[in-house]
Nanobody, 116 residues
Framework: EVQLVESGGGLVQAGGSLRLSCAFS????????IGWFRQAPGKEREGVSC????????YYADSVKGRFTISSDYAKNTLYLQMNSLKPEDTAVYYC?????????WGQGTQVTVSS
């Protein structure tokens, strides 16, 4: 059973930083993608950043490039999202996601609120 558990969200002032963590288990490290999505109130869920399991390449949404950094520690089975220079528009619930084949798995989400 795939399990994804996010943590690290909270309330921060604009310009501040947070690091999100996603503890993952239950899937093979083969032909997969893992990453972060977010959903702000009244908006659709959007991709933020992801890592390809095949070659380690990374992707960032234009809105977070240069401010967010995705990384993974496979020894600890944990995915991270370092978020710097946070803006009020980064306020959202952040979700960890694993895509393997046709299967997509989600964590429960962690709230990030950035005050102006």
């Amino acid at each position: 059973e795939v399990q994804l558990v996010e943590s690290g969200g909270g309330l921060v002032q604009a310009g501040g930083s947070l690091r999100l963590s996603c503890a993952f288990s239950g899937f093979t490290l083969d032909d997969y993608g893992i990453g972060w999505f977010r959903q702000a109130p009244g908006k659709e869920r959007e991709g933020v950043s992801c890592i390809s399991g095949s070659d380690g390449s990374t992707y960032y949404a234009d809105s977070v490039k240069g401010r967010f950094t995705i990384s993974s520690d496979y020894a600890k089975n944990t995915l991270y999202l370092q978020m710097n220079s946070l803006k009020p528009e980064d306020t959202a619930v952040y979700y960890c996601n694993v895509l393997q084949g046709i299967n997509s798995y989600w964590g429960q989400g962690t709230q990030v609120t950035v005050s102006s």
